[in-house]
């Protein structure tokens, strides 16, 4: 046999053998890189299934939001199965007709079940609730602080009255007494530096005083002196109280009343002590500022309770001491403030 007559030619093998294998590792390969169509489908995340106890209605009562279940074929009967106070709760999340509450630090689920309703208007309901709830709560504090703050001055402030007054007294008796007056000017305090939140800012320096004291200049000291009442005084005037805080007790304008009575009462005993006959004009003036703190406040000193050691004309020193531990007797005895005793007269 001739072989070269029965042998296949090199390039006949290759190609029957390249149209078969070439198209199987190209469309092989694109197939097995391409995901089927099942395994797209269950790639794609479900959403949570929402569970939670089924009621049928809701309502909100005496700052409580409650969750109703119905018994009864014809006559429906409602039960409460869960309320919570509104103001305690600490997260509300909902979507459509399911509503998640934390109420001290646990979950509770619900499921409205009347076909169509959501739970959309109860979650606004409660967020305008608690707002309002926070904002009352905020005033509450506010207010708290500049009633504290309030009495805080009113226990500073009479001290400084008496010092002022007390100098004042002194220099009208008929041999000062200078050691006397240093003792007043110390009893202040080299300055008083007050500082509150809701209320202005007052500064005193006693020292100019006190040099006028050392230096026994009646002229100077007296001026400093009433200087000390005239920056007391002038305080309310500076400051206008926010209206906000007028629900305070005692509030700004009752705390100014208080002081500037405790001003006028000792100002009677100046001017008894200067020598002044004709009182009863200012003691008017004194009487009519306790008739308005009664009516402010729970403060009931009446003018009548001053009358006996005021016009006894036997009593000066010991007098005015009385007179301003009746006035805060009064103070206490009211509970707007626990004052301290006067010193004690020399």
Known sequence: MNRKTNSLPCCSYMSIKSPIAVPILLFGRKKS???STKDAANSKSKPPKLIGFPIVKYEIVDEKVKFYTSAGLFKKHWTVVKEFPIYELT????????ISLCWNDKKYQFILKPK??????????IAVLQEAHRKDIQKLQHITLHRDELLVFLNAALPLVDGAFDILMGLHRKHVDWLELERFVRALGGTFNFRAQTLAPLDLDFSSVSVAIQNQNAAMTAQEAFAILGAIYGYFDSFVALEDLADA??????????V??????????????????????????????????AAQTSFKAVGDEFRFVLFDSKILVDGVWNARQLYRDHLVCSNLAQIQKPSTPS
């Open 116 to 125: 169509g309703q959501s739970f959309t208007e109860l979650v606004k309901q």
């Open 91 to 98: 997260g509300v999340e909902s979507l459509d007709s399911w």
């Open 249 to 258: 007790t005692p509030n700004f304008g009752q705390v100014r009343n208080i």
């Open 33 to 35: 890189n391409q995901p």
């Open 260 to 293: 500037l009575a405790y001003l006028v009462l000792n100002d009677l005993w100046f001017a008894k002590v200067v020598g002044e006959v004709d009182l009863q004009k200012e003691f008017d003036i004194f009487e009519t500022q306790l008739v308005d703190l």
